[in-house]
């Protein structure tokens, strides 16, 4: 196997926000001392998706009218299948179900903290919100849940990275919102929650909190290198959740939920989907052998499904 050095560096695709670039290099941190490589073995290559736009972010648009999931990945993924770059690092929540031929997601980092963070200057908690206070998130599922939850406050569409986000909340676009404590803790600015949220108060994002490492499926050298950091036990946790995502849909255009966690020597897989305006939310659990963390994830779907009954997807095609 060809080690990467300074003359021939491992390239490395991700997106150029704080987050992303914390991401990437704790990705280059990791395989530094895993094959005993130097810094000049790697080349961060930042490359602009659909999602940095920044017209769309200040526009506050919602994920669904602008291109759903696929927006923060199509344009790194095309660099990787072009060869322009030879891995690419991504937040497994903005990744799609299936990836595209020729390309193989097989390595993920440890999973940071799971839990959203509640962000406001002025109020400590959601119960702590007045009536009617504004609230700004662009997650379906985040905003389905609080509607669910707290159907008096109001809700103002919020998108951006976390600095951007902090700086509409010190101009008073809203009271409050919410990010994920695992980006702030990868940012170190975990003090700017107020408040880690309890997976049983809201349920996260499917995947939320993992690092997934995309290769082409004939790079032997990178699934090599990538072999030494893959953490089985965030694989195992994201077998059943993205089997859940993918049996109900990945798409972005619905509001969904999902955590499994190690329970005993087996998996606790939990899921939820809700309508969009918060009026029903229906959840569920599976508790398995870690090898059937797939087939509980597709079985758990189905049950919601069929708890749903018909009528409770209409909304997406009106």
């Not at 504004?134 to 509607?147: E, I, P, W």
């Not at 082409?216 to 993205?242: C, F, K, M, S, Y």
Request: proline letters at 4%; glycine letters at 10%; aromatic letters at 4%.
């Amino acid at each position: 196997m060809t080690q990467p050095n300074a003359k021939s560096p491992l390239k490395i695709g991700t997106r150029g926000s704080p987050l992303a670039l914390a991401q990437a290099f704790e990705t280059r941190r990791r395989l530094m001392e895993a094959h005993g490589l130097s810094e000049d073995a790697f080349e961060i290559v930042i490359i602009k998706t659909t999602g940095d736009d920044r017209a769309m972010i200040a526009a506050d648009r919602p994920l669904k009218e602008v291109g759903g999931k696929g927006l923060f990945t199509k344009e790194i993924e095309e660099a990787l299948l072009a060869g322009r770059i030879d891995i690419a690092v991504h937040s497994m929540k903005d990744m799609p179900v299936a990836q595209p031929d020729g390309l193989v997601l097989d390595c993920y980092l440890p999973r940071e903290d799971v839990c959203d963070a509640f962000v406001s200057r002025e109020h400590a908690s959601i119960a702590d919100l007045p009536e009617g206070a504004l609230v700004g998130s662009s997650s379906l599922r985040r905003r389905a849940q609080l509607a669910n939850r707290r159907p008096d406050l109001r809700l103002v569409q919020f998108r951006g990275n976390v600095q951007t986000r902090l700086k509409k909340l010190e101009e008073g676009v809203a009271v409050a919102t919410f990010l994920a404590m695992a980006g702030l803790n990868r940012l170190g600015m975990a003090w700017v929650a107020r408040t880690a949220i309890a997976p049983e108060d809201m349920l996260p994002a499917v995947a939320q909190g993992a690092i997934g490492i995309e290769r082409r499926q004939d790079n032997a050298v990178a699934g090599n290198l990538l072999d030494a950091i893959h953490h089985r036990p965030t694989a195992e946790r994201l077998d059943a959740e993205r089997a859940f995502l993918a049996a109900l849909d990945g798409s972005c255009e619905t509001p969904i939920a999902g955590l499994a966690v190690h329970a005993g020597d087996g998996l606790w897989l939990r899921g939820e989907i809700l309508r969009p305006d918060g009026s029903e939310a229906i959840a569920g659990e599976r508790r398995c052998a870690v090898s059937d963390g797939a087939e509980a994830g597709r079985d758990l779907a189905r049950e919601l499904l069929e708890q749903a009954g018909e009528g409770f997807f209409d909304w997406r095609h009106g």
